[in-house]
Structure formats: C-alpha cells, structure tokens
C-alpha cells in the first residue's frame, strides 16, 4: 500500500440558511378594516389608534399604522418600532364589534404611510375559531359588488 496516497475527503457543507418568511399560514388580503384601538395588555396603555388591518391569515393579522396614530409621543419619534414586538396587545374591530389579542412578531417601516405591525393571534384562540375569522373578513372590492 505505499504507493498509495491517502485522500481525505471533504466534508460538504450547507450555505447556511437565513428564514426570511416566518409566517407559518399563507395570508390573505382584506378589505381595510378599522381598528378603533391597539392596547397593552401588560399595562393596559393604548398604544395605537385608528389602525388598518390589511392582511390576515389564520395565525394572525397584519396592521398598517401612520404615525400621527401612534399614541405614546416616543413612539412617533422612532422609525421603527422593535420596542414592540414581544408585546401582548388586544385590538378593539369597531364594525365586528369583538376584540382580539395577541402578541406583536413583526413591525416594518414604510415611510410616509406609517408601519406595519404582525400581530398574532394569542393561544387561547381556538383554531377553528381563527378560520372561521378568515372567512368573515371581506375581501378587497367584496363591498362594493354587494352595492350594485
């Protein structure tokens, strides 16, 4: 065997993998619906009011935020808004009438028309529940065919 020459082989290894989309259920676009108030459940503190939910999914919800809504003063100061996430919130739907809670996952900055902030919806609510949701919510124009 000393002719031989021993070749190591190579250890093949992954590019390593970056999760840019953590949603865990697709989501779906929805007539704005108006959101009177975005509140702490720590604290209790409104945080937001006059919100816009955009998108929905049966995970959670996606808001859109300007600015001027944004109820503490240091909020509006900031262009983001990570002091958030990790925040459990209620939201109070105005048109359903119900009130909704959950946790803050995501925000983005969108420039002039404000944030986007991921809510999803907190354990205590039942899956079917959270289906049951997405069918209610209006799709984009779905008001406008009812009217004509």
Not at 37 to 53: G, Q, V, W
């Amino acid at each position: 065997m000393e002719g031989k020459a021993k070749v190591k082989k190579e250890k093949k290894t992954k590019a390593p993998t970056t999760v840019k989309n953590k949603r865990v259920a697709p989501r779906k676009e929805v007539e704005p619906i108006r959101v009177s108030y975005m509140a702490s459940l720590n604290d209790l503190a409104k945080l937001a009011k006059n919100c816009e939910i955009v998108e929905a999914s049966s995970s959670g919800l996606l808001l859109i935020i300007e600015r001027t809504n944004l109820i503490p003063q240091s909020l509006r100061g900031n262009l983001d808004l990570e002091c958030l996430v990790g925040n459990r919130v209620y939201l109070k739907l105005e048109p359903m009438n119900i009130e909704i809670s959950g946790e803050i996952k995501r925000t983005k900055f969108l420039g002039k028309k404000g944030f986007h902030v991921a809510v999803d919806y907190s354990d205590e609510a039942p899956q079917y529940w959270r289906e049951c949701l997405m069918d209610l919510l209006p799709q984009p124009g779905e008001f406008e065919k009812d009217t004509h």
